[in-house]
Every structure is written in C-alpha cells, then in structure tokens.
Nanobody, 123 residues
Framework: QVQLVESGGGLVQAGGSLRLSCAASGRAFTTYAVGWFRQTPGKEREFVARINWSGGTTSYLDSVQGRFIISRDNAKKTAYLQMNSLKPEDTAVYYC????????????????WGRGTQVTVSS
C-alpha cells in the first residue's frame, strides 16, 4: 500500500513559480512510477507529467513542456512538480498518483492517488 499527500499549492501571479511535493508512505514507493494530473471544475482529470521509478524517464503534457519539471527523491520518498512561468490556464487541483506495474499517461493506469492541492494562477 502507498499513501500519497500533496502539498505546495497556493495562489500565485501569472509568470510565477510553485513547487508541488508528493510525500509517500510505504517502502514500495521507490519502485513505483509517479504521475501528476490536474482537474478543473466540470472537466476530466488531465495528465500533466510522469516519471518512472528511477527518475530516468519523464514525459509531459505538451502545454507544460519546458515550463514544468517532474522529479523524485526516492531516499525521501517524495516526488516533485516544479512549475515555472505559470499561466491562468494552469489553475486546477493537482493530484499525484503512483503505480507499481504501469507507466502511463492515463488516469486508470494509477492505483494510488493523493487528495490533491489547489493551484490558482491570477492574471
């Protein structure tokens, strides 16, 4: 079992930066892929970024490529999403997710989810 807790959300002006953290419990986290997703009211949850268990492979949603960086520190059992040059359209609840078997960009590819953290970008 893995439990995930996100933190680091908040209110920021357009062009600013935030770093989200995803703290995990459970020893198996170090072998799990991690994904970040986001959701706005009335819309489906959207893939943002993913990282494999070692941190050697990452991928991003096209609209965040070059602005967001996903990383992880397995010794601390924590994953991160560094968000730079934020835009109002990045406003959403951000969720981290983890899975021990799959490395996907789809919501159904992750077995464990955090409760989310709100990110609001003002114009």
């Amino acid at each position: 079992q893995v439990q995930l807790v996100e933190s680091g959300g908040g209110l920021v002006q357009a062009g600013g930066s935030l770093r989200l953290s995803c703290a995990a419990s459970g020893r198996a986290f170090t072998t799990y892929a991690v994904g970040w997703f986001r959701q706005t009211p009335g819309k489906e949850r959207e893939f943002v970024a993913r990282i494999n268990w070692s941190g050697g492979t990452t991928s991003y949603l096209d609209s965040v490529q070059g602005r967001f960086i996903i990383s992880r520190d397995n010794a601390k059992k924590t994953a991160y999403l560094q968000m730079n040059s934020l835009k109002p359209e990045d406003t959403a609840v951000y969720y981290c997710a983890a899975d021990g078997l799959r490395f996907t960009t789809t919501e159904d590819g992750y077995a464990y989810w955090g409760r989310g953290t709100q990110v609001t970008v003002s114009s």
